[in-house]
């Protein structure tokens, strides 16, 4: 009866910590700065407010904080940036 109870505790114990750690990291999924498409001298954070109107910028269509003075792809998703015109 007693090792009974004992493999029922332990195997409790072991379902309990396997639930309870933490997910392993996919780096796969992991977005860092050295695997940005954009270039280095691209801004990423363009500040449109120190633009004149009809200044061009770059703009992604799907995450539009992500602003650009020149054309590339978005760092985020990979789309290309759209053009934009300052109003």
Known sequence: MKKQILLAV???LLF???CSSPA???DQNVAT???ATMKKEQSANLDTTKLKAGDTFYQCEMDLDVL???PGSCPKCGMDLSEM???
């Open 68 to 70: 650009s003075d020149k």
């Open 85 to 87: 015109k300052k109003k």
């Open 16 to 18: 309990i910590g396997g």
């Open 24 to 26: 392993p990291k996919n």
């Open 10 to 12: 332990s195997t409790a």
């Open 33 to 35: 700065d050295s695997s």
